[in-house]
């Protein structure tokens, strides 16, 4: 490792991963030298809801895909709640398992203001856009846009950790004759409110997370009939009257949807559900991971430090599929501040120790089959990882929590919400709350009602 003096990191993105770096190290007492740079206005990433699609204020691509009335599709115990900083010590009482995202932003924001003792936004220049990120001699050239001063300028780094996160590229897929539709097309990138489909019969493409929930939204708000469309295997959901599953998209014409098994279905508009891609512009060719998303990035050691390019002073936080999230963030993070530092007990490895290390967790990935094998194979990563940084081995207390969310999901996929579980930290049983389906004020004042 470098001397500490000479330790200046670079961070990408004030989101969830980006302020869990920025949090950590000020855990440790001693902040190095220090900048995040942050393309928006304030912190929090994903978490702040635009009413703006295609370009934001900057004219710059909108990074959020935050919809109006979202609600967390998995419980806050799972994968939000931070062992150091309880949802209730934020809110001074107990609230459901299941928050809309105002809540989830509101909590955030609390753990990086009120848990920490450091005023971490001295760390972050906002308004400010990474363009081009180099390795040479041995250090980093970034160059910036500060879109306040509207000026271009480079700085120069030891490190860089990117967490700009992979909810802001479309994977958008090509179907037949989709230029004969006559209706509405989009991405979920794009969805921002499901009033817009009053009415209207929707089809969805892609059965994951995002094509499940958004699927519920418009039936919610009241589209006249919802398809979701898979690739793979249908759901095996229990789905309310007025979804309906169909096999493989496979054409359109000017008024409807034709899929594998030679049925069709009449629509008025389509939402590709397709997922992201991992997309990183502004760093060398040499210095990125592939497009492809996946559970466990190739090339990365301990799903972060990146081994390809930058003399492993490059790391990815948040670039990877997961059921864990933010407390996923922290973890990697806690280890990465660390390693950086020079103050892990078992690292650095040698070269070919960090390479057979990343071989040994991607073949087990690609024995994933399940949303339980995601949540084990994670679970067995965070053991590793926290094992070495000290991170709090609490979180994996989550595995019983997820095995009963999946469980309630194959029950009963629109009201699986109204299962409340108990904190791992405080062991306190979340209250009751409005049935998903019948709740439509997502504020964070209606929700600290419950």
Known sequence: ??????????????????????????KLGKIPSIVCYEKQSTWGGIWNYTWRTGLDENNEPCHSSLYKDLWTNAPKEANIEFPDYTF????????????PAAAIGDYLKGRWTNACFTDLKQFIQFNTIVRFVKFENNHFVVTIDDRKKNMTSQEVFSHVVVCSGVFNYPNQPEVRD???????????????????????????????????DIALHCLKFGAKHVYLSWRTKPTGLNWPNGIEERPELV????????????????????????????????????????????TYPDGLYKATLFLNGGNNKLF??????????????????????????????????????????????????ASIASIKDVAD????????????????????NAVPIFVDWIRHREEDISNFRRHQFRSMYTGTLAPTQTPYMKIFDDSLENFLKF
């Open 251 to 294: 054409r359109f014409d000017e008024k409807s949807a034709y899929f594998k098994d030679g049925s069709l279905a009449n629509i008025d508009a389509v939402i590709f559900c397709t997922g992201f891609r991992n997309h990183f512009p502004y760093l060398d060719t040499n210095l990125r991971i592939a497009e492809d998303t996946s």
């Open 178 to 212: 989709i230029i004969k539709f006559e209706g509405r097309v989009m991405h979920s990138h794009n969805f921002r409110n499901a009033n817009e489909f009053q009415g209207q019969r929707v089809l969805i493409v892609g059965s994951h997370f995002s094509g499940e």
């Open 88 to 99: 209730e010590q934020h809110f001074g009482k107990p609230v459901p398992s299941y928050p």
């Open 1 to 26: 490792m470098e001397n500490e003096n000479k330790v200046r990191v670079c961070v990408i993105g004030a989101g969830p991963a980006g302020m869990s770096v920025l949090y950590q190290f000020a």
């Open 316 to 365: 990815y936080i948040g670039a990877q599929e997961q059921l864990y999230t933010m407390t996923y963030f922290d973890c990697l993070a806690s280890w990465v501040c660390k390693y950086i530092l020079g103050k892990l007990a078992d690292e650095p490895k040698t070269e070919q120790q960090m390479k057979n290390d990343v071989i040994r967790w991607t073949t087990r990935m």
């Open 377 to 396: 194979f994670q679970t067995a990563l965070l053991a590793e990882i926290s094992s070495s940084s000290g991170y709090d081995k609490g979180i994996l």
